[in-house]
């Protein structure tokens, strides 16, 4: 089988060069995307009276509801609100809400909030996706407008100004006039210079043992007298700094995975420039991860690799996988997959973002300055959670006056990477937009792969609230692949529902394994049929891990001089503190 001809892109050099300059002014998003959702809605909405009709009646309903609960105000004391606000939505979840006026300028807000979700759904004939992105838009404008935004009409920010005599106010211009400064000046956010790279973060002792224009290996020292046999390789997402898996000491995955007795290696990107321009999947296949396998099963001769890949990593070493199967290379032990995508179909809200017009408008940013900077997506992942991420900060932060303490994990949400335009094209068309890896189109190194052929027993993560890699979508890969696969479904999102040590509070899972040949089982099927278990999900991990990782011996040495891979600097070496 050959690689599919596709028709070779011919796009003016001057038109690529308007486009990246609009894209660096509308944040990436692509106007004639958006334009295009707008028309399909507005066309079909203007050529069905039957749903006009029916949005008429829920204008004159909603009025009825907020004129009768006016008016229950007036007789009791406490009326039954007419509207509740969605489980995630917590603006009004304060005791002042529930006072006059307030509760009415809440209940009219979310009255016509869910008017204008019927408004932008359930048009016969609109695209799914349009459908999703017009709901979605007129949802992040309607937020603008809320009630708990402004000083007069959220009754929190009016009783501080109160009890602080307006000094809450000023103590949030100040807060507004920093961040407004560290934004201009391409400072990291007020706080995060308390969490340093190899001093607070990043500090498990190890070597760098292996560089190439790509990655640093680093392998970590050993804590234990004997570790097991089967050493563990993790590939972290280069869309981050590997150092999340390396947190601080009390919640450092690489830290609880020593401490059991595994040699760690694990790969740090280097964070590429204007010159990586034309690295691609495959450079990141090739140099990346077949390169760091070849160097840990040098280092630990004799042995098969537990690998490990977290979000695109997980997707990469997918691929991998399925490519060292097609070349009968039997080098792995088993994979780990964690909040990692292999069929893209259902990928979340972060779909609303890609679509052929919104794609060739990326590229033509990338293609500009060589390279996507992950600020010029910051945007796109804040409007997913606005009101978390944006709304709740801004009446925190400059109408309250307060500061959120910074934790390590907010400090490195902000230490942003950089993709190289060849690699994040191929990335955002041939996974994202056309699926190619699930419906058995994607080849590397010229040939195709399929995850049908990986047989090493999986043991995949998904986590509950992942706006990025929902579980149902990492859940996919059990109609993928005819391997021994363990799916486990833990609390929190993709990044701390990941970071969820031992001890954590409030943190569960669910756990089940299919057996090779087994029946598919739906996910909400699965879901109902798992029970539950209390904690953190990192001692079961561990205990499938230690199950197939072989018997306890001494530890391998830090790098192997005699093969050329002497250790090159310490922990965490050079690539992660690239600005």
């Given at each position: 089988?050959?690689?599919?001809?596709?028709?070779?892109?011919?796009?003016?050099?001057?038109?690529?060069?308007?486009?990246?300059?609009?894209?660096?002014?509308?944040?990436?998003?692509?106007?004639?995307?958006?334009?295009?959702?707008?028309?399909?809605?507005?066309?079909?909405?203007?050529?069905?009276?039957?749903?006009?009709?029916?949005?008429v009646q829920k204008a004159l309903r909603k009025n009825v509801l907020l004129a009768s609960y006016l008016e229950r105000l007036c007789t009791c004391k406490s009326p039954a609100p007419c509207i509740e606000p969605l489980p995630q939505d917590k603006r009004f979840s304060a005791p002042e809400w529930q006072y006059f006026p307030f509760n009415i300028f809440y209940q009219n807000f979310l009255l016509l909030q869910q008017w204008w979700y019927n408004a932008t759904t359930g048009i016969h004939g609109v695209s799914k996706h349009h459908e999703e992105v017009v709901t979605f838009s007129a949802r992040q404008i309607l937020d603008i407008f809320s009630p708990s935004n402004f000083p007069l009409t959220n009754p929190e920010i009016l009783q501080a100004t109160l009890s602080t005599g307006g000094m809450n106010l000023v103590k949030g211009y100040q807060n507004f006039l920093e961040d407004w400064e560290r934004a201009v000046l391409q400072k990291r956010p007020v706080g995060s210079e308390r969490f340093k790279v190899g001093k607070d973060v990043a500090v498990s002792p190890g070597k760098v043992i292996y560089r190439n224009r790509?990655?640093?290996?680093?392998?970590?020292?050993?804590?234990?007298?004997?570790?097991?046999?089967?050493?563990?390789?993790?590939?972290?997402?280069?869309?981050?700094?590997?150092?999340?898996?390396?947190?601080?000491?009390?919640?450092?995955?690489?830290?609880?995975?020593?401490?059991?007795?595994?040699?760690?290696f694990m790969i740090s990107w280097k964070n590429p420039t204007e010159d990586d321009r034309d690295l691609d999947m495959d450079d990141y296949l090739e140099k990346g991860v077949e390169a760091a396998l070849h160097v840990v099963r040098t280092i630990v001769p004799d042995q098969k690799v537990h690998a490990v890949g977290y979000c695109i990593g997980g997707t990469l070493l997918s691929i991998a996988s399925a490519v060292l199967a097609r070349d009968k290379k039997d080098w792995l032990a088993s994979m780990t997959l964690l909040a990692a995508q292999t069929d893209f179909t259902e990928a979340g809200e972060l779909m609303l973002f890609i679509d052929q017009s919104q794609v060739a408008y990326i590229e033509d940013l990338m293609w500009d300055q060589g390279y996507l900077d992950t600020k010029q997506m910051a945007g796109a992942f804040q409007l997913l959670r606005s009101n978390d991420l944006i709304w709740s900060r801004m009446v925190h932060d400059y109408l309250l006056g307060k500061r959120r303490p910074m934790i390590d994990l907010m400090a490195w949400n902000a230490d942003a990477t950089r993709m190289p335009y060849a690699m994040h094209s191929q990335y955002l068309e041939k996974l994202f937009l056309n699926n190619d890896l699930a419906e058995g189109r994607y080849f590397a190194g010229d040939r195709p792969v399929s995850l049908m052929n990986i047989r090493v027993p999986l043991f995949v993560v998904g986590a509950e609230k992942d706006h990025v890699a929902p579980w149902r979508s990492v859940y996919k890969i059990n109609q993928l692949t005819d391997t021994d696969i363990t799916f486990l479904?833990?609390?929190?999102?993709?990044?701390?529902?990941?970071?969820?040590?031992?001890?954590?509070?409030?943190?569960?899972?669910?756990?089940?394994?299919?057996?090779?040949?087994?029946?598919?089982?739906?996910?909400?099927?699965?879901?109902?049929?798992?029970?539950?278990?209390?904690?953190?999900?990192?001692?079961?991990?561990?205990?499938?891990?230690?199950?197939?990782?072989?018997?306890?011996?001494?530890?391998?040495?830090?790098?192997?001089?005699?093969?050329?891979?002497?250790?090159?600097?310490?922990?965490?070496?050079?690539?992660?503190?690239?600005?």
């Open positions: 089988m050959s690689r599919p001809q596709h028709q070779t892109k011919t796009v003016d050099p001057y038109d690529r060069f308007l486009h990246g300059l609009e894209a660096k002014i509308t944040g990436g998003i692509s106007p004639a995307s958006a334009m295009l959702a707008y028309l399909d809605w507005a066309v079909h909405l203007a050529n069905s009276p039957g749903k006009q009709g029916y949005l790509l990655i640093e290996l680093i392998q970590y020292s050993p804590t234990t007298e004997k570790v097991f046999a089967e050493p563990i390789l993790i590939v972290p997402a280069w869309i981050m700094k590997y150092y999340i898996l390396d947190l601080s000491p009390n919640n450092s995955m690489v830290k609880y995975l020593v401490d059991q007795g595994h040699t760690v479904l833990t609390s929190g999102g993709h990044n701390a529902g990941i970071i969820s040590e031992p001890g954590h509070p409030r943190r569960h899972h669910r756990v089940g394994t299919r057996r090779e040949n087994e029946t598919y089982q739906f996910p909400d099927d699965w879901y109902e049929k798992t029970p539950v278990r209390e904690g953190s999900w990192w001692p079961t991990w561990h205990d499938w891990l230690a199950e197939r990782s072989g018997e306890k011996t001494k530890p391998p040495s830090l790098g192997d001089v005699a093969s050329g891979y002497a250790p090159l600097s310490d922990a965490p070496g050079t690539y992660v503190l690239e600005e």
